[in-house]
């Protein structure tokens, strides 16, 4: 009576283990549980400053979960956490006119314009190389070159646990996480 009870609850392990995968494996479940919002102002400034919008939405996933109104420990606003010294300096280099710091930080719209901006400056700065913008969106382009220039980190995601600063590390696998999850779960974005 034992064993039989056992193959049963066994079974049902089983079939409950099954259900689970097939659930978890479904679409629907994975964009409920990798949600995208504000694609319309994720298209328009990943196409204004040809940026991939699933690195701006990974970004702002990493960042903020896309929750407006967000203020960091350190200080950084808004959705896509830009530090208030970043912000003013892409608002001089970019000629964002009208711009304020409550807008960052309360505005989505405003935040991913200059958050995308800041991507595509990065991405000129270490020419594309995406495991390198990403580091210096979270730690600062000043710091990433440091590591470049003292050999610390070769900026290939495969040796990202060579970078010294562990929430670095952890954002970039983070980040590179999120963009591919999105790529998978939104083919046309």
Aim: a positive charge; glycine letters at 6%.
């Amino acid at each position: 009576m034992m064993r039989l009870f056992r193959k049963k609850r066994v079974l049902l392990l089983l079939f409950v283990g099954l259900l689970i995968l097939l659930f978890a494996r479904s679409e629907w479940m994975g964009r409920w549980m990798y949600p995208i919002q504000y694609i319309d102002d994720i298209k328009a400034s990943s196409l204004n400053y040809e940026v991939d919008p699933y690195l701006v939405a990974a970004i702002i996933r990493a960042e903020s979960n896309f929750e407006t109104g967000r203020e960091s420990r350190k200080g950084a606003l808004g959705i896509m956490q830009i530090m208030p010294d970043t912000a003013d300096w892409i608002v001089s280099r970019a000629n964002f006119t009208n711009v304020t710091l409550d807008d960052v930080h309360h505005r989505a719209d405003v935040s991913i314009q200059m958050g995308t901006w800041y991507i595509k400056s990065l991405e000129k700065q270490f020419q594309d190389k995406r495991p390198l913008v990403i580091a210096a969106y979270n730690a600062g382009p000043g710091k990433v070159n440091r590591w470049l220039k003292e050999e610390v980190w070769d900026g290939e995601l495969d040796t990202v646990n060579h970078i010294p600063y562990g929430e670095t590390r952890r954002y970039v696998q983070k980040v590179i996480y999120y963009y591919n999850k999105y790529k998978e779960l939104y083919p046309v974005l």
